[in-house]
């Protein structure tokens, strides 16, 4: 059974600093891209960030350039997204996504296959 797991939200400062943590289950993620996106109350999904099955694209939206890095780990199937200097308006459940994309990532929801249950990011004081 193919699952993608996130961990690693909660409750931080503004200025603070998160890591989240996407794994993959029943398959590997080295052919896969990976995309993270988040869903703010009565907002839609948007894309945050995506990394390449390789790891050579990355992209990132506006919003978050500068305070958020993607990365991967293929050997532990972990997909990272580091968030750094988190902002009020950065509070939403976020996602991780998985698609057969061999170099190449989008931001584009409709795009992937697979999809994680989220993990809730807060940031308040």
């Known amino acids: 059974q193919l699952q993608l797991v996130e961990s690693g939200g909660g409750l931080v400062q503004p200025g603070g600093s998160l890591r989240l943590s996407c794994a993959a289950s029943?398959?590997?993620?080295?052919?896969?891209?990976i995309g993270w996106f988040r869903q703010a109350p009565g907002k839609e999904r948007e894309g945050v960030s995506c990394?390449?099955?390789?790891?050579?694209?990355?992209n990132y939206a506006e919003s978050v350039k500068g305070r958020f890095t993607i990365s991967r780990d293929n050997a532990k199937n972990t997909v990272y997204l580091q968030m750094n200097s988190l902002k009020p308006e950065d509070t939403a459940v976020y996602y991780c996504?998985?698609?057969?994309?061999?170099?190449?990532?989008?931001?584009?929801?409709?795009?992937?296959?697979?999809w994680g249950q989220g993990t809730q990011v807060t940031v308040s004081s």
């Open positions: 996504a998985a698609v057969v994309s061999y170099f190449t990532c989008s931001r584009t929801e409709y795009e992937y296959d697979y």
């Open positions: 990394i390449s099955s390789s790891g050579g694209s990355t």
């Open positions: 029943g398959f590997t993620l080295d052919y896969y891209a």
